[in-house]
């Protein structure tokens, strides 16, 4: 079983910012790649931003230029910086991890992200 610690998140107004990090430990065979992906109410779950253990980086188009993924400075760790956001960026926050072999993906216990005045 995957352990996920998730911290971060918070209310901001719009223009401001915060920075979501997880860590994953426990049952782990390999470390494919870690992301972070968001759901508002009433809408799915879709990927924010993800980085592989190689560094390559993708971003989804509504965050590109203000969010950046990172690995942490400790192992098994990502980190997603979050700048000028808006009214819109408002979500649940989940972390994932992708152990690849065809493995569903693995996700943290979510934490809240809420952009308002």
């Known amino acids: 079983q995957v352990q996920f610690v998730e911290s971060g998140g918070g209310l901001v107004p719009p223009g401001g910012s915060l920075r979501l990090s997880c860590s994953v430990s426990?049952?782990?065979?390999?470390?494919?790649?870690m992301g972070w992906y968001r759901q508002a109410p009433g809408k799915d779950r879709n990927l924010v931003a993800e980085?592989?253990?190689?560094?390559?980086?993708r971003y989804a188009d509504s965050v590109k230029g203000r969010f950046t993924i990172s690995g942490g400075n400790a192992k098994n760790t990502v980190v997603l910086q979050m700048n000028n956001l808006k009214p819109e960026d408002t979500a649940v926050y989940y972390c994932?991890?992708?152990?690849?072999?065809?493995?569903?993906?693995?996700w943290g216990q979510g934490t809240q992200v809420t952009v308002s005045s």
């Open positions: 980085i592989t253990t190689d560094g390559t980086t």
């Open positions: 994932s991890l992708d152990q690849g072999y065809g493995l569903d993906l693995d």
């Open positions: 426990g049952s782990i065979i390999n470390i494919k790649d």
